[in-house]
């Protein structure tokens, strides 16, 4: 970790928050929104603050677990307990009922199993799922994970990481083979990953399950990026590849849709 280069983190944000309590929720808000680990410095330059201020402030959030220290001493990410949170807040959300209205009927239109996924870390987490009514199927649950390097909506949400931090993922992670087409190459995944961001999808091609394809699209985002994609599975005997791609603007158009029940609650906040 030593060799470690120092993000850049753009232009000048205030801390806002009337009391301490506020002030580290702002900036963990701000820690947040990175894809790249920070130091002190970098916040000083980033908000303006004192670095003692910003140095206690640190040292409260790592305290609690929702920030970590790398092994150089210098270099910060988010912590192991931040990142439940989020899952736990995806995983119990209030829209659960609207999305899975989305993810059931995807299902009966393309006759296949739906799920709605997010990243944490190294792994996929299956936020929803539908199956489909066939008696053949692979039975998942939310809450399963899968491993980011062998899963389509991992290499999607994935193709959009910043050279850095891909490089950082697929370096420092376990690639292990699930089957024989599970690649483990990190120049061949990052090569992949550059595809799949040039044609909006992802397709897993037997790459966790030995007999199971799957193609994921993202639920675009209000920033332009996204950790959450819809993706439909499928058991090899019923669907290839090229099925798969065919049904793309149904899978693209149930991503859409999930969308706009953000932009819903969006527009009530405001009103």
Same mark, same amino acid.
């Given at each position: 970790?030593?060799?470690?280069?120092?993000?850049?983190?753009?232009?000048?944000?205030?801390?806002?928050?009337?009391?301490?309590?506020?002030?580290?929720?702002? *900036?963990?808000? /701000?820690?947040?929104?990175?894809?790249?680990?920070?130091?002190?410095?970098?916040?000083?330059?980033?908000?303006? /603050?004192?670095?003692?201020?910003?140095?206690?402030?640190?040292?409260?959030?790592?305290?609690?677990?929702?920030?970590?220290?790398?092994?150089?001493?210098?270099?910060?990410?988010?912590?192991?307990?931040?990142?439940?949170?989020?899952?736990?807040?995806?995983?119990?959300?209030?829209?659960?009922?609207?999305?899975?209205?989305?993810?059931?009927?995807? !299902?009966?239109?393309?006759?296949?199993?739906?799920?709605?996924?997010?990243?944490?870390?190294?792994?996929?987490?299956?936020?929803?799922?539908?199956?489909?009514?066939?008696?053949? %199927?692979?039975?998942?649950? !939310?809450?399963?994970?899968?491993?980011?390097?062998?899963?389509?909506?991992?290499?999607?949400?994935?193709?959009?990481?910043?050279?850095?931090?891909?490089?950082?993922?697929? !370096?420092?992670?376990? *690639?292990?083979?699930?089957?024989?087409?599970?690649?483990? &190459?990190?120049?061949?995944?990052?090569?992949?990953?550059?595809?799949?961001?040039?044609?909006?999808?992802?397709?897993?091609?037997?790459?966790?399950?030995?007999?199971?394809?799957?193609?994921?699209?993202?639920?675009?985002?209000?920033?332009? %990026?996204?950790?959450?994609?819809?993706?439909?599975?499928?058991?090899?005997?019923?669907?290839?590849?090229?099925?798969?791609?065919?049904?793309?603007?149904?899978?693209?158009?149930?991503?859409?849709?999930?969308?706009?029940?953000? &932009?819903?609650? %969006?527009?009530?906040?405001?009103?």
């Amino acid at each position: 970790m030593d060799n470690l280069a120092e993000p850049g983190l753009g232009a000048e944000l205030s801390l806002v928050g009337e009391t301490p309590a506020l002030r580290l929720i702002s *900036l963990l808000e /701000l820690i947040s929104t990175r894809d790249e680990i920070f130091t002190l410095q970098s916040l000083v330059v980033q908000t303006g /603050l004192p670095k003692p201020t910003l140095h206690r402030m640190l040292q409260q959030l790592e305290g609690a677990g929702l920030i970590t220290r790398h092994s150089d001493g210098r270099h910060y990410g988010t912590g192991a307990r931040l990142r439940r949170m989020a899952e736990d807040i995806l995983l119990n959300d209030t829209r659960h009922g609207a999305r899975r209205a989305i993810l059931a009927q995807l !299902a009966e239109d393309v006759e296949e199993s739906c799920n709605l996924t997010t990243v944490a870390g190294s792994d996929v987490i299956y936020l929803d799922r539908v199956e489909t009514q066939h008696p053949l %199927r692979v039975h998942l649950e !939310a809450g399963a994970r899968v491993p980011i390097h062998a899963s389509a909506s991992g290499k999607m949400i994935m193709s959009q990481y910043g050279e850095t931090q891909r490089r950082r993922l697929l !370096a420092g992670s376990q *690639l292990p083979a699930f089957t024989p087409h599970t690649m483990t &190459d990190p120049d061949r995944i990052d090569a992949e990953l550059t595809e799949i961001r040039e044609q909006g999808f992802a397709v897993d091609r037997q790459e966790y399950l030995d007999g199971l394809v799957c193609l994921a699209v993202l639920v675009p985002g209000e920033a332009g %990026r996204s950790n959450q994609c819809v993706a439909i599975q499928a058991p090899v005997l019923r669907k290839s590849e090229d099925d798969l791609v065919a049904l793309l603007p149904l899978v693209q158009a149930a991503a859409e849709k999930i969308s706009r029940i953000d &932009d819903i609650d %969006r527009s009530t906040e405001i009103a």
